[in-house]
T-cell receptor, first 112, second 109 residues
């Protein structure tokens, strides 16, 4: 079966613009996670969905960041008024609850 | 907040050598995980540890869950060129993962 897919794979945007990043989890996985990886760094947790609700959004760095999940499947991470420090790889993972997380290839975001 | 300290940051070794890396935490975890990430890809799970003191192997990889539940190590024996990548430890407090900073491994043939 297909793994976690993310789109776009690369995104270049201008400072101040909004961007939307998409994640398609593995079919049947009820848990979905977003992480951010800055250059040369480990992964930083952003938000966790169980079904369509987000019991843990403690990692979102500011109110410019939001995420939603619909139909218990696809999730969208939105960054409003992008800043240069938002440049990073945004990784999505999915799993059955508390089981192994499988990661997508990430979206490389560059804010000019 | 919870932090993981992973060392070393990078390693340059000769093919055939053994490798060891470790991770320590300021808090207790009930699950320790080791991931490998290759360029342009997301991390892939190598080994999962669920019990303090547990020693688990996956081929040439061996990992241990420290008895204090605040540390873990990963060993790779007889390294080969395809072992190249960044290795991350991660603790799992609940659903989310807390990652170490990574160990970048380079293997010279």
């Amino acid at each position: 079966g297909a793994g976690v897919s993310q789109s776009p794979s690369n995104k270049v945007t201008e400072k101040g613009k909004d961007v939307e990043l998409r994640c398609d989890p593995i079919s049947g996985h009820t848990a979905l996670y977003w992480y951010r990886q800055s250059l040369g760094q480990g992964l930083e947790f952003l938000i966790y969905f169980q079904g369509n609700s987000a019991p843990d959004k403690s990692g979102l760095p500011s109110d410019r960041f939001s995420a939603e999940r619909t139909g218990g499947s696809v999730s969208t991470l939105t960054i409003q008024r992008t800043q240069q420090e938002d440049s990073a790889v945004y990784l999505c993972a999915s799993s059955f609850p508390l089981e192994t997380q499988y990661f997508g290839p990430g979206t490389r975001l560059l804010v000019l | 907040g919870q932090q993981l300290n992973q060392s070393p940051q990078s390693m340059f070794i000769q093919e055939g050598e053994d490798v060891s890396m470790n991770c320590t935490s300021s808090s207790i975890f009930n699950t320790w995980l080791w991931y490998k990430q290759e360029p342009g890809e997301g991390p892939v799970l190598l080994i999962a540890l669920y019990k303090a003191g547990e020693l688990t192997s996956n081929g040439r990889l061996t990992a241990q869950f420290g008895i204090t539940r605040k540390d873990s190590f990963l060993n790779i024996s007889a390294s080969i060129p395809s072992d190249v990548g960044i290795y991350f430890c991660a603790g799992q407090p609940g659903g989310k993962l807390i990652f170490g900073q990574g160990t970048e491994l380079s293997v010279k043939p």
